[in-house]
Nanobody, 122 residues
Framework: QVQLVESGGGLVQAGGSLRLSCAAS????????LGWFRQAPGKEREFVATIGWGGGRKDDADFVTGRFTISRDNAKNTVYLQMNSLKPEDTAVYYC???????????????WGQGTQVTVSS
């Protein structure tokens, strides 16, 4: 069992930045891939970014390329999402997820955090 706890959400003006963190605990040895997803009101949850165990393999959604960066600190069992140039349409609950898969993936995650709210005002 793996527990994931997100933090760092909040209210920010358009063009601003936030850094989300997700701390993992429990059977962390089984975690290989970590990812971020988001869900806006009335919309389905969507993939944002993913990173492999070593941190060298990444993938992100087209709508965040160049603005958001995923990274991880394995010594701290933590994954981050640096979000720059935020837009009102980035407003959503952001979720951290973990997978025991072998490569970064946009689906198939087993463990999920409770989410952190990000609100971007215009």
């Amino acid at each position: 069992q793996v527990q994931l706890v997100e933090s760092g959400g909040g209210l920010v003006q358009a063009g601003g930045s936030l850094r989300l963190s997700c701390a993992a605990s429990g059977r962390t040895f089984s975690i290989y891939v970590l990812g971020w997803f988001r869900q806006a009101p009335g919309k389905e949850r969507e993939f944002v970014a993913t990173i492999g165990w070593g941190g060298g393999r990444k993938d992100d959604a087209d709508f965040v390329t160049g603005r958001f960066t995923i990274s991880r600190d394995n010594a701290k069992n933590t994954v981050y999402l640096q979000m720059n140039s935020l837009k009102p349409e980035d407003t959503a609950v952001y979720y951290c997820a973990a997978s025991s898969g072998v490569r970064p993936t946009r689906s198939g995650y087993t463990y999920w955090g409770q989410g952190t709210q990000v609100t971007v005002s215009s």
